[in-house]
């Protein structure tokens, strides 16, 4: 099969070394790529929202399948659009992602929470509002109980969702989002939810709206500073698999959250044939959705696809030709943790263009380093992006993972380089 990957991350830098480990892999294409990805897989100079573009590649190259990385192609109808390709044209591959429709469950906070209401899936209570119920709003805030979670109800890049801890901020916050449409379009409808106390955790599962398979867990350090402090990030590391997912509440999160999910897709007609990221908070032992995405998470899929020993490529043709409830899926033994090398100031500014130094050291063989935020600039490679590059390791525990992670750290350099030492810490 030919394969064209979208984006340009750590995240598909991931997906692209698990697709080549693929048998059925014949040609792999990346859009835009990053240097560490040109070095596995052909770069085509391609933007993931050229549409037609990706359309004409996709017929020109003969791609059987077109696997979408980020969101925003998704949520603005990159399924739909190559579905109409192949009526049109004679594109005989498919999609890795959901119909326009069916994103919204990441692209609307309110779709996605109508949706869960629905179909009796265990949620944070809400409320949605827009600038013709402001004053009502500001009356539901005032009685509501704190901290009070505020999110603007479309995209906007990992930053609408606000945890006041008084009302007057609060409010303050509403206003903003609403009023000031702090996050413009995305933002003129906000979602006031409940706040759920727990830890975090994600659960990846690939589906065609029938069926699905679970593609593994991971917990993600999203916090700029060690201990979980300072401002939320796109994430900083990550490990799988977690401690408190054992058999018992992987059930619990299958019978009340995935299959309900998987089940609302069809019972709506909603056409979904790609990953589902469920974010869930494990509230004393009984997992509740914060939020779905319609994508892999990043860094989390530079943990998860390491640890997954199933042919992926295999697993996207029986997402496409109905056999997915069909394949075994199998774990690595091993536990993993990466440790996302970020640039200083990030996720406020940061400069980009410094050189990076150490990407040819020879790496033990349980250990992969992803490129995030890097182009090449003639011979160098410098960086591009807030988050830079990710190191994954496989150890007998996951501190043994996270230790070798910090260990290959220590000879890759930037100017201004920072990450953090203490991913799964709690669990030491
Ligand atoms: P989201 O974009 O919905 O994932 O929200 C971003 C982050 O805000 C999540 O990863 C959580 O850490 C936090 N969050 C969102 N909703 C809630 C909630 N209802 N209770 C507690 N934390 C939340
Ligand atoms: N790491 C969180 C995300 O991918 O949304």
């Known amino acids: ?36 990805i040109a070095s596995i897989a052909n770069i ?22 077109l696997v979408v990385g980020p969101e925003d192609p998704l949520v603005n109808g990159i399924y739909d659009f190559m579905e109409h390709a192949k009526t049109e044209n004679d594109w005989k591959g498919f999609v890795v992602g959901p ?25 944070a209570g809400y409320a949605e509002f827009t600038k013709d119920n402001f004053e009502e709003g500001k009356i539901y805030i005032a009685k509501h109980s704190l901290p009070i979670v505020l999110k603007a109800d479309g995209l906007a890049a990992g930053k609408g969702v606000v945890i006041s801890e008084t009302h007057e901020d609060a409010l303050q916050v509403f206003e903003e989002m609403i009023i000031h449409q702090q996050f413009g379009k995305a933002s003129s409808k906000v979602v006031i939810e409940e706040f759920l106390k727990g830890i975090e955790v994600s659960v990846f599962v690939l589906t065609n709206g029938v069926d699905y398979a679970i593609l593994g867990h991971a917990k993600d350090y999203k916090r700029i500073g060690e201990g979980d402090t300072g401002l939320n990030t796109g994430g900083m590391g990550c490990v ?11 059930q619990k999160v299958e019978a009340n959250i995935i ?16 990953f589902i990221f469920f974010g869930l908070m494990n509230v004393e032992g009984d997992p509740q959705v914060i939020e779905y995405n319609c994508r892999m998470g990043d860094p989390e899929t ?7 020993e199933t042919d992926l490529l295999s697993l996207f043709a029986a997402m496409d030709n109905g056999t997915l409830a069909d ?11 990466t440790v996302v090398a970020v640039s200083g100031g990030y996720p406020g500014d940061y400069k980009k263009n410094r050189p990076i130094t150490g990407l040819n050291n020879q790496l033990p063989s349980s250990s992969l380093v992803f490129q995030a935020g890097t182009k090449q600039d003639g011979e160098a490679i410098v960086t591009n992006g807030g988050r830079v590059l990710t190191v994954t390791s496989k150890g007998n525990s996951m501190q043994e993972a996270v ?3 910090l260990a290959i750290l220590k000879d890759l350099h930037f100017e201004g380089i920072n990450f953090r030492n203490d991913i799964g810490y709690e669990f030491k």
């Not at 119909?99 to 949620?123: C, D, V, W, Y």
């Not at 799988?240 to 992987?250: K, L, W």
């Not at 299959?259 to 790609?274: D, Q």
């Open 240 to 250: 799988t698999p977690v401690p408190f997912m054992d058999e018992d509440f992987m």
């Open 259 to 274: 299959a309900p999910t998987v089940n609302g897709l069809a019972k709506e007609g909603l056409i979904y044939n790609g």
């Open 327 to 337: 394949a075994n899926i199998n774990f690595s033994d091993g536990h993993f943790a």
């Open 302 to 308: 530079e943990v998860v696809l390491p640890r997954l």
């Open 1 to 36: 099969m030919n394969v064209l990957i979208l984006g340009s991350g750590g995240r598909e830098h991931a997906l692209a070394w698990k697709i080549l480990q693929s048998h059925h892999c014949s040609q792999l294409f990346v859009a835009p790529g990053n240097p560490g």
């Open 44 to 65: 085509v100079d391609m933007g993931v929202k050229d549409f037609e573009g990706i359309k004409s590649f996709c017929i020109n190259s003969k791609i059987d399948v």
């Open 403 to 405: 230790q070798q992670s």
């Open 99 to 123: 119909s326009k429709e069916a994103a919204q469950l990441e692209g609307s906070k309110a779709f996605s929470k109508k949706f869960m209401q629905r179909n009796g899936i265990p949620t």
